[in-house]
């Protein structure tokens, strides 16, 4: 498995902007197709994003579609998710993940976790 540290996730007003970072060690980061989850209070993890292990193919939940953009660099073993015109609904832990199969919306594809970085949309 690989290790997963989050940063980046903070407090902003809603139509603010957040760049959440994902920092991969361990194993060949360019052998994982990426994804971001999210989790609200009293709900499911949520499927956000996720990208190829080549950057080439990106997929977004419809409620992200046009705000949020994921990217990876694999020179440095971090995947993105850029968040602009955030909005209230948009608070919850983000968490990061990494899959050796394909990239899914689906959670349990995925073996190796980061530890979540909250991001909190005031209105």
């Known amino acids: 498995q690989v290790q997963l540290v989050e940063s980046g996730g903070g407090l902003v007003q809603a139509g603010g902007s957040l760049r959440l970072s994902c920092a991969a060690s361990g194993r060949t980061f360019s052998d994982y197709n990426m994804g971001w989850f999210r989790q609200a209070p009293g709900k499911e993890r949520e499927f956000v994003s996720h990208i190829t292990w080549n950057g080439r193919s990106t997929y977004y939940v419809d409620s992200v579609k046009g705000r949020f953009t994921i990217a990876r660099d694999n020179a440095k073993n971090t995947v993105y998710l850029q968040m602009n015109s955030l909005k209230p609904e948009d608070t919850a832990v983000y968490y990061c993940?990494?899959?050796?199969?394909?990239?899914?919306?689906?959670?349990?594809?995925?073996?190796?976790w980061g530890q979540g970085a909250q991001v909190t949309v005031s209105s």
């Open positions: 993940a990494a899959t050796p199969v394909v990239a899914s919306t689906n959670p349990l594809l995925y073996n190796s």
